[in-house]
């Protein structure tokens, strides 16, 4: 049998044309060929026929269970003393402690699929689905599992979020590393690159992203670029990992860029974009909630990756998300984000004041438009900011993360990421005025030596 092509499409539902279930296995990964359902898990979904009587789960009684109510308060600005409370009802707080479906309690996967069809103008049913994670890291590593084999080829924009390095090295691929700069990944080095790839060997499987805000440069991808992305993925047939953990705290020009995931609606072959969610940076990071976004072929591979490794996210989590996110309604939702990603713009404000009173002339940045990091080159450290950051810095009390954590490939670089997320104005300063110190020192010794 033939392998579909890539211009092979299945079905024309609303204008939108989803790639084939059998454009899939060929795609994915030796592992994912090989996971088999666990039989309970197979059958779970029947329990909620009506009428039946079920014999099937080993679910533990919650009479026996010790919490027997829930009550939390949240932040609400109608409210006269600023907060609301939400009492969870009995059948919540009995679902909430109950083991849950693989991909996510039915009712907070359905408001996440309502959420994305404001946001990112997918609709259910159009050939994609949604899968509920341990945080949006527990679904990257997943859906990287499902694609990857050792020794394939990955394209990966540099600097790069560290926490997904650490699984490509795992994985033994071959990271490609693609040129970023204040306006994102640049698409026209991704181009030659893949233009002048050696016939003979296997072009990239995926590309791995991180759009809005970006850890750590804190760049946002134009518009144009995107595109040019999406079109490099039909001509060299590779998928696009969109990790977008700050879409939400986006605080740049209104003309915002689409998502990945938003412009492959519109292209022929929609079911290419893996999209990658997260409640951890407007909600709670402790909650450790996050989603997946993409073809169903894939998503099911990272379920039954699941079922091996933890069942599911948790289902106290995901009811407490449910709970707020249920109370806001999607306009409250919105309300929320913007008020978040107002913080954090201020948050910019004030460390960027800070950067120009203590590092004008011995440093370089572009300012961040969306998420919680500052990305500055030291200049006359000699292209290394490694041994400044590590050695003199920390013994004046100052600490933050050299660059060369976030490039695939070993490297010296003079960039440093600060986050601006946390510290009030005058611990900003104080940070900011000890590291100015460091720095004129070490020129000064440079140019002595
Ligand atoms: C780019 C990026 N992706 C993923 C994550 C992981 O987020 P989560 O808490 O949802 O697992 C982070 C966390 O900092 C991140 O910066």
Redesign the pocket.
């Known amino acids: 049998m033939s392998e579909p092509t890539a211009t092979h499409v299945d079905a024309e539902s609303n204008s939108v044309q989803v790639l084939p279930a059998s454009f899939y296995p060929s795609r994915l990964s030796h592992a994912s060929h090989r996971r088999r359902e666990d039989g309970i898990r197979a059958l779970l979904p029947l329990e909620s026929r009506p009428g039946l009587i079920s014999l099937l789960v080993g679910k533990p009684n919650s009479e026996t269970f010790p919490i027997t109510s829930m009550q939390f308060n949240i932040r609400d600005t109608a409210s006269p003393n600023g907060e609301a409370t939400m009492q969870l009802t009995e059948e919540e707080l009995n679902d909430g402690l109950q083991y849950t479906f693989t991909n996510g309690l039915p009712a907070l996967r359905e408001w996440l699929f309502g959420l994305q069809e404001r946001l990112h103008g997918r609709r259910k049913g159009e050939g994609w689905t949604i899968t509920i994670g341990a945080?949006?890291?527990?679904m990257?590593f997943k859906g990287v599992n499902a694609l990857i084999n050792p020794g394939d080829a990955v394209l990966i924009e540099a600097p790069v979020?560290a926490?997904?390095l650490t699984i490509f090295h795992t994985l033994d691929a071959e990271m490609i590393e693609v040129e970023t700069d204040g306006h994102g990944v640049c698409s026209h080095s991704m181009r030659e690159i893949l233009e002048n790839w050696p016939p003979s060997k296997p072009k990239p499987k995926l590309f791995y992203t991180?759009p809005y805000g970006s850890?750590p440069t804190g760049s946002t991808a134009t518009l144009e670029r995107r595109l040019e992305v999406l079109a490099l993925s039909r001509e060299h047939d590779f998928f696009i990992l969109e990790?977008d953990?700050?879409y939400n705290l986006y605080f740049g020009p209104a003309n915002r860029p689409p998502s990945y995931f938003e412009l492959e609606r519109d292209l022929p072959e929609v079911g290419r974009v893996l999209r990658?969610d997260?409640l951890?940076k407007i909600m709670s990071?402790g909650l450790?909630v996050?989603f997946a976004s993409g073809p169903e072929a894939i998503l099911r591979v990272m379920d039954l990756h699941s079922q091996a490794v933890n069942l599911q996210a948790s289902s106290f989590s995901q009811m407490i998300a449910l709970k707020v996110l249920s109370a806001w309604g999607y306009d409250g939702f919105t309300a929320h984000t913007a008020r978040v990603a107002q913080f954090y713009r201020e948050k910019r404000d004030v460390f960027e004041a800070a950067m120009q009173r203590h590092l004008a002339g011995l440093a370089e940045w572009t300012s961040p438009e969306a998420g919680m990091f500052f990305w500055f080159k030291l200049l006359g450290m000699e292209g290394d900011s490694e041994y400044i950051i590590r050695t003199t810095a920390l013994e004046r009390g100052v600490l933050a993360l050299p660059g060369a954590a976030f490039y695939p490939n070993p490297r010296k670089t003079a960039y440093v990421r600060a986050s601006f997320s946390l510290l009030p104005e005058d611990q900003v300063n104080e940070a900011l005025r000890r590291l100015r110190e460091v720095i004129v020192e070490v020129r000064k010794a440079n140019k002595r030596g």
């Open positions: 945080g949006s890291q527990d990257i979020y926490g997904t991180v850890n990790d953990p700050y990658f997260s951890s990071s450790r996050g």
